[in-house]
């Protein structure tokens, strides 16, 4: 019945003259589009190991975090620990950026014309400037500094150093994959919390990192990361060698590290100012890689795409490192991020499987969601420049569906099959996941699908 009704259907259109329109979709182009193998990048590996995969199976805390964790929560006298910690996760999750002065004053002008234009509005200056005080208060999000107490600070400990973890893994997987001469020693972690950024940074690279900077306000969170080193006391022997704990920023414009950290940090600055002096000063003390992560929401991944500009597009160049910055990862590009101008922006996100610290009611693994932009000092040339896929593939009976941001700016949603883009291509597609990059070379811009004439 099925082919009946298609047949009906087909003689249907050819008799009305009706042309298939093609499908809104830009997909890679047959025939132009291939497998980059110029360096022949396979060599014997199988298309399920080729280069672009960059995903990472689900990671757990090393042995010796997880267990202080759990030593120093179950001395704790915390009580309702498993509600304070949903509590918390929920506030950090729905935390958005605090309103800059111009934009709050633009909304009181916006309201006090309103309540003037409504003949029962407020009739005395006082009683009008109230009432645009307290429409402002019920209209506007109300941003507050954490200010992390040490009960407080094992609550974020237990609610957020397994996935930030996670997330921060995910970024150095990324630049140890892609760069594997790169030998980091020296490393700078601003707003460093809980520490989870020094182990993570060890796991990746422990046999050549020397030296540690954990830079973060909160005097209570510097005395937990180091009791978390030292295996939940304060006077162990550290885990991790060379680590130094610091309340302020290095002011030294000479002294550089070789990989520089803000996690889930640049959130919590209360202005654009306040974010603009801080990513300028990391920029300066970054002798290779900036690593930048947020909660992948769509303020989060704004806020990383402001910041990915402000430093690309800075003008204070510094005298003891000229050399220019660039993308390193996840955009191939520099242009500005095809998922905020599209008509209904999307938060550019990935995800990272993790084991949980294994509190009572913490035993399932779980996903950590967040937006990421790794910034690298030298040129794109000196990197691959292939689409990133940017959303889960959907792998179909021959053919697989593709999101990818490409290196031209654009977003494509590419249906990849054997048969027009070629077996390797199909089969590196098939074997990739969301995160990863699709190691072809693609035409500059797509030309229009060529359309069947129709029947005369």
Same mark, same amino acid.
């Given at each position: 019945m099925a082919t009946a009704s298609g047949l009906t259907l087909s003689r249907w259109r050819r008799s009305l003259r009706v042309v298939p329109q093609p499908r809104a979709l830009a997909a890679l182009v047959p @025939?132009?589009?291939?497998?980059?193998?110029?360096?022949? !990048?396979?060599? =014997?590996?199988?298309?399920?190991?080729?280069?672009?995969?960059?995903?990472?199976?689900?990671?757990?805390?090393?042995?010796?975090?997880?267990?202080?964790?759990?030593?120093?929560?179950?001395?704790?006298?915390?009580?309702?620990?498993?509600?304070?910690?949903?509590? *918390?996760?929920?506030?950090?999750? @729905?935390?958005?950026?605090?309103?800059?002065?111009?934009?709050?004053?633009?909304?009181?002008?916006?309201?006090?014309? =309103? !309540? *003037?234009?409504?003949?029962?509005?407020?009739?005395?200056?006082? =009683?009008?400037? /109230?009432?645009? +005080?307290?429409?402002?208060?019920?209209?506007?999000?109300?941003?507050?500094? *954490?200010?992390?107490?040490?009960? +407080?600070?094992?609550?974020?400990?237990?609610?957020?150093?397994?996935?930030?973890?996670?997330?921060?893994?995910?970024? !150095?997987?990324?630049?140890?994959?892609?760069?594997?001469?790169?030998?980091?020693?020296?490393?700078?972690?601003?707003?460093?919390?809980? /520490?989870?950024?020094?182990?993570?940074?060890?796991?990746?690279w422990g046999q050549s990192l020397r030296e540690y900077v954990c830079v973060d306000s909160s005097a209570a969170m510097l005395n937990l990361a180091e009791k978390l080193l030292k295996g939940g006391s304060e006077s162990g022997k550290s885990y991790v060698p060379g680590v130094f704990f610091r309340q302020f920023l290095p002011v030294?414009?000479? $002294?550089? !590290?070789? $990989?520089?950290?803000a996690a889930f940090a640049l959130s919590e600055l209360p202005s654009a100012a306040d974010r603009a002096s801080v990513l300028h000063t990391l920029w300066r003390k970054t002798s290779h890689f900036l690593v930048l992560v947020e909660n992948g929401t769509k303020a989060g991944h704004r806020l990383l795409m402001d910041a990915r500009d402000l430093v690309l597009k800075g003008e204070k160049k510094s005298p003891l490192d000229p050399r220019p910055g660039f993308v390193f990862a996840p955009c191939p590009h520099e242009l500005p991020c095809p998922q905020l101008t599209a008509s209904q922006p999307l938060a550019c996100s990935f995800s990272q499987g993790y084991h949980p610290i294994p509190f009572s009611w913490n035993k399932k693994p779980k996903e950590e969601k967040f937006s990421m932009v790794i910034l690298a000092r030298g040129f794109p040339e000196d990197t691959n420049r292939w689409p990133r896929i940017t959303q889960p593939v959907l792998r179909r009976p021959r053919h697989v569906h593709c999101h990818l941001c490409c290196?031209?700016?654009?977003?494509?949603?590419?249906?990849?099959? @054997?048969?027009?883009?070629?077996?390797?291509?199909?089969?590196?597609?098939?074997?990739? @996941?969301?995160?990863?990059?699709? %190691?072809?070379?693609?035409?500059?811009?797509?030309?229009? %699908?060529e359309q069947d004439p129709p029947n005369s």
């Open positions: @025939s132009v589009t291939h497998v980059d193998n110029k360096s022949d !990048f396979l060599g =014997k590996k199988p298309h399920r190991q080729h280069p672009g995969i960059l995903q990472l199976p689900y990671v757990r805390l090393p042995q010796a975090l997880a267990r202080a964790a759990q030593s120093l929560l179950l001395e704790s006298t915390v009580s309702s620990v498993e509600e304070k910690v949903q509590t *918390l996760t929920n506030y950090l999750w @729905s935390r958005h950026l605090p309103i800059e002065p111009e934009e709050l004053q633009r909304r009181a002008m916006h309201l006090e014309k =309103k !309540f *003037l234009e409504n003949p029962g509005s407020p009739q005395t200056e006082e =009683k009008l400037h /109230g009432a645009v +005080l307290r429409a402002l208060r019920r209209t506007t999000y109300h941003w507050q500094e *954490l200010s992390y107490s040490e009960e +407080l600070s094992l609550v974020y400990m237990a609610a957020r150093l397994d996935g930030g973890f996670a997330a921060v893994s995910r970024a !150095f997987h990324e630049i140890h994959t892609r760069t594997p001469q790169f030998q980091p020693q020296t490393l700078m972690d601003f707003g460093s919390g809980t /520490g989870s950024v020094t182990w993570a940074a060890h796991a990746a030294s414009p000479k $002294v550089q !590290f070789d $990989v520089v950290v290196p031209d700016g654009q977003m494509q949603h590419a249906v990849i099959t @054997s048969r027009r883009h070629g077996r390797d291509l199909y089969r590196c597609a098939r074997a990739s @996941s969301w995160g990863d990059l699709l %190691p072809v070379t693609t035409p500059p811009k797509s030309p229009p %699908p």
